[in-house]
Protein backbone atom coordinates (compact mmCIF):
# COMPACT_ATOMS: atom_id res chain seq x y z
CA UNK A 1 0.00 0.00 0.00
CA UNK A 2 1.08 3.32 -0.90
CA UNK A 3 1.13 6.02 1.90
CA UNK A 4 2.09 9.84 0.69
CA UNK A 5 3.57 12.66 3.08
CA UNK A 6 3.20 16.01 1.85
CA UNK A 7 5.65 18.86 2.94
CA UNK A 8 4.83 22.33 1.46
CA UNK A 9 8.26 24.16 1.00
CA UNK A 10 10.31 27.46 0.23
CA UNK A 11 8.17 31.00 -0.96
CA UNK A 12 6.66 29.29 -3.88
CA UNK A 13 4.57 26.72 -1.43
CA UNK A 14 5.30 24.15 -2.99
CA UNK A 15 4.35 20.26 -2.44
CA UNK A 16 7.54 17.68 -2.24
CA UNK A 17 6.18 14.50 -1.27
CA UNK A 18 7.44 11.36 -0.39
CA UNK A 19 6.23 8.28 -1.31
CA UNK A 20 6.52 5.14 0.35
CA UNK A 21 5.62 1.66 0.74
CA UNK A 22 4.88 -1.31 3.80
CA UNK A 23 8.82 -2.29 2.58
CA UNK A 24 9.49 1.41 3.74
CA UNK A 25 11.31 2.20 0.34
CA UNK A 26 10.69 5.59 -0.61
CA UNK A 27 10.88 8.10 -3.25
CA UNK A 28 11.53 12.02 -2.67
CA UNK A 29 8.95 13.57 -5.53
CA UNK A 30 10.24 17.46 -6.38
CA UNK A 31 12.29 18.15 -3.19
CA UNK A 32 12.13 22.07 -2.80
CA UNK A 33 13.52 22.65 0.41
CA UNK A 34 15.13 26.20 0.62
CA UNK A 35 16.39 26.07 4.16
CA UNK A 36 17.85 24.29 6.57
CA UNK A 37 14.81 24.01 9.12
CA UNK A 38 12.64 22.51 5.66
CA UNK A 39 16.07 20.21 5.66
CA UNK A 40 15.43 18.87 8.34
CA UNK A 41 11.52 18.33 8.49
CA UNK A 42 12.37 16.07 5.46
CA UNK A 43 15.04 14.36 7.37
CA UNK A 44 13.72 14.08 10.87
CA UNK A 45 10.83 12.48 9.05
CA UNK A 46 12.73 10.07 7.02
CA UNK A 47 14.32 8.85 10.28
CA UNK A 48 11.63 8.91 12.44
CA UNK A 49 9.44 6.64 9.96
CA UNK A 50 12.59 4.65 9.02
CA UNK A 51 12.20 4.61 5.59
CA UNK A 52 15.36 4.22 2.83
CA UNK A 53 14.88 6.81 0.32
CA UNK A 54 15.52 5.14 -3.12
CA UNK A 55 15.49 7.68 -5.47
CA UNK A 56 14.94 11.65 -6.29
CA UNK A 57 11.73 11.62 -9.16
CA UNK A 58 10.75 15.08 -10.59
CA UNK A 59 7.96 15.89 -11.93
CA UNK A 60 9.81 18.95 -13.77
CA UNK A 61 12.32 20.87 -12.68
CA UNK A 62 11.51 24.42 -12.25
CA UNK A 63 13.25 25.97 -9.83
CA UNK A 64 11.13 25.59 -6.99
CA UNK A 65 10.43 22.07 -7.64
CA UNK A 66 14.73 21.27 -7.87
CA UNK A 67 15.87 23.50 -4.73
CA UNK A 68 15.94 20.59 -2.50
CA UNK A 69 17.66 17.76 -5.09
CA UNK A 70 21.50 18.48 -4.39
CA UNK A 71 20.61 17.86 -0.25
CA UNK A 72 18.72 15.10 -1.29
CA UNK A 73 21.18 13.54 -3.43
CA UNK A 74 24.15 14.31 -1.12
CA UNK A 75 22.61 13.15 2.00
CA UNK A 76 21.16 9.60 0.98
CA UNK A 77 23.20 8.88 -2.32
CA UNK A 78 20.17 8.53 -4.61
CA UNK A 79 20.39 8.56 -8.43
CA UNK A 80 17.85 11.43 -9.76
CA UNK A 81 15.08 10.74 -12.59
CA UNK A 82 12.88 13.36 -15.20
CA UNK A 83 12.32 13.92 -18.13
CA UNK A 84 15.32 15.02 -20.93
CA UNK A 85 13.54 17.66 -21.66
CA UNK A 86 14.15 19.89 -18.33
CA UNK A 87 17.82 19.65 -19.27
CA UNK A 88 17.30 23.37 -20.10
CA UNK A 89 15.36 23.98 -16.84
CA UNK A 90 18.05 22.92 -14.80
CA UNK A 91 20.83 24.84 -16.59
CA UNK A 92 18.88 28.13 -16.38
CA UNK A 93 17.53 27.36 -12.54
CA UNK A 94 20.33 29.26 -10.53
CA UNK A 95 19.90 32.31 -12.66
CA UNK A 96 16.31 31.89 -12.25
CA UNK A 97 16.48 31.56 -8.31
CA UNK A 98 18.72 34.72 -7.83
CA UNK A 99 16.15 36.83 -9.82
CA UNK A 100 13.79 36.14 -7.06
CA UNK A 101 16.70 36.76 -4.29
CA UNK A 102 17.16 33.09 -3.53
CA UNK A 103 20.36 32.11 -3.23
CA UNK A 104 21.11 27.92 -4.39
CA UNK A 105 24.10 25.86 -5.62
CA UNK A 106 23.67 24.63 -9.30
CA UNK A 107 20.93 22.06 -9.29
CA UNK A 108 22.70 18.52 -10.95
CA UNK A 109 21.36 17.04 -13.49
CA UNK A 110 19.38 13.99 -13.34
CA UNK A 111 21.33 10.35 -13.54
CA UNK A 112 18.70 8.67 -15.45
CA UNK A 113 15.99 9.88 -17.93
CA UNK A 114 11.84 8.96 -17.71
CA UNK A 115 9.61 8.30 -20.72
CA UNK A 116 6.41 8.47 -21.42
CA UNK A 117 4.69 4.67 -20.71
CA UNK A 118 7.27 3.37 -18.66
CA UNK A 119 7.20 2.16 -15.08
CA UNK A 120 8.91 3.31 -12.37
CA UNK A 121 9.40 0.87 -9.85
CA UNK A 122 10.56 1.13 -5.84
CA UNK A 123 9.61 -1.35 -2.82
CA UNK A 124 7.07 -3.55 -3.54
CA UNK A 125 5.31 -0.63 -5.62
CA UNK A 126 4.96 0.67 -8.98
CA UNK A 127 4.16 4.51 -10.68
CA UNK A 128 3.41 4.58 -14.31
CA UNK A 129 5.03 7.87 -15.91
CA UNK A 130 2.57 9.57 -18.07
CA UNK A 131 4.59 12.88 -20.41
CA UNK A 132 1.91 15.41 -20.25
CA UNK A 133 3.92 18.91 -21.44
CA UNK A 134 2.88 21.94 -21.94
CA UNK A 135 3.67 23.55 -18.27
CA UNK A 136 7.23 22.69 -19.13
CA UNK A 137 8.66 20.43 -22.05
CA UNK A 138 9.36 17.74 -20.03
CA UNK A 139 6.33 17.51 -17.41
CA UNK A 140 5.71 14.37 -16.18
CA UNK A 141 2.81 13.22 -13.95
CA UNK A 142 3.03 9.81 -11.86
CA UNK A 143 0.12 7.59 -11.80
CA UNK A 144 -0.85 4.23 -9.48
CA UNK A 145 -3.66 2.03 -10.88
CA UNK A 146 -3.70 -0.21 -7.67
CA UNK A 147 -3.33 3.04 -5.41
CA UNK A 148 -5.56 5.52 -7.50
CA UNK A 149 -3.41 8.30 -6.92
CA UNK A 150 -1.63 11.11 -9.58
CA UNK A 151 0.81 13.07 -8.45
CA UNK A 152 0.80 15.79 -11.37
CA UNK A 153 2.85 18.07 -10.58
CA UNK A 154 2.04 21.45 -11.57
CA UNK A 155 0.15 19.88 -14.72
CA UNK A 156 -3.32 20.09 -12.89
CA UNK A 157 -4.19 21.72 -9.48
CA UNK A 158 -7.53 22.02 -7.97
CA UNK A 159 -9.50 23.88 -9.83
CA UNK A 160 -6.30 25.49 -12.50
CA UNK A 161 -3.92 23.95 -14.57
CA UNK A 162 0.04 25.06 -14.61
CA UNK A 163 0.59 28.43 -16.25
CA UNK A 164 2.08 28.48 -19.62
CA UNK A 165 3.64 31.63 -19.89
CA UNK A 166 6.88 30.82 -18.95
CA UNK A 167 9.71 29.24 -21.69
CA UNK A 168 8.69 25.94 -23.39
CA UNK A 169 5.46 26.62 -22.46
CA UNK A 170 1.81 25.83 -24.68
CA UNK A 171 -1.46 26.03 -24.09
CA UNK A 172 -3.05 23.93 -26.59
CA UNK A 173 -0.75 21.36 -26.01
CA UNK A 174 -1.33 21.38 -21.97
CA UNK A 175 -5.05 21.19 -22.23
CA UNK A 176 -4.91 18.18 -24.54
CA UNK A 177 -2.65 15.94 -22.41
CA UNK A 178 -4.66 16.35 -19.80
CA UNK A 179 -8.08 15.84 -21.56
CA UNK A 180 -5.78 12.29 -22.98
CA UNK A 181 -4.21 10.91 -20.20
CA UNK A 182 -5.47 12.20 -17.09
CA UNK A 183 -9.50 12.78 -17.52
CA UNK A 184 -9.53 9.65 -18.98
CA UNK A 185 -8.46 8.13 -15.33
CA UNK A 186 -11.08 6.93 -12.82
CA UNK A 187 -12.83 10.22 -11.40
CA UNK A 188 -11.89 8.20 -8.14
CA UNK A 189 -8.10 8.73 -8.60
CA UNK A 190 -7.05 11.51 -5.59
CA UNK A 191 -4.20 13.92 -7.30
CA UNK A 192 -1.70 15.51 -5.94
CA UNK A 193 -0.45 18.98 -7.54
CA UNK A 194 2.45 20.50 -6.94
CA UNK A 195 0.62 23.47 -5.19
CA UNK A 196 -2.25 23.84 -3.44
CA UNK A 197 -4.65 21.39 -2.19
CA UNK A 198 -5.55 17.74 -3.37
CA UNK A 199 -8.25 17.05 -5.31
CA UNK A 200 -9.57 14.00 -7.72
CA UNK A 201 -10.06 13.70 -11.35
CA UNK A 202 -13.79 13.77 -11.51
CA UNK A 203 -13.50 16.57 -9.40
CA UNK A 204 -11.33 18.19 -11.98
CA UNK A 205 -13.55 16.48 -15.21
CA UNK A 206 -16.59 18.38 -13.68
CA UNK A 207 -15.81 21.39 -12.48
CA UNK A 208 -12.17 22.91 -13.41
CA UNK A 209 -13.34 25.92 -15.94
CA UNK A 210 -9.78 25.98 -17.93
CA UNK A 211 -10.88 21.98 -18.99
CA UNK A 212 -14.50 23.29 -19.94
Given at each position: ?????????????????????????????????????????????????????????????????????????????????AHESEKILIDGAKAFAEFFGMKIEQPLHPDYYLQDGSRFTFGESELEILHVPGHSPGSLVFFSKTANIAITGDVLFKGSIGRTDLPGGNLNLLIDGIKSKLLTLPPEVAVFPGHGPHTTIGHEHDTNPFLK
Amino acid sequence: MITIKTFVFNSFQENTYIVFDETNSCVIIDPGMNTEVEEKELHDYISEHKLIPEAIVNTHCHVDHVLGCNCVKNTYEVPFYAHESEKILIDGAKAFAEFFGMKIEQPLHPDYYLQDGSRFTFGESELEILHVPGHSPGSLVFFSKTANIAITGDVLFKGSIGRTDLPGGNLNLLIDGIKSKLLTLPPEVAVFPGHGPHTTIGHEHDTNPFLK
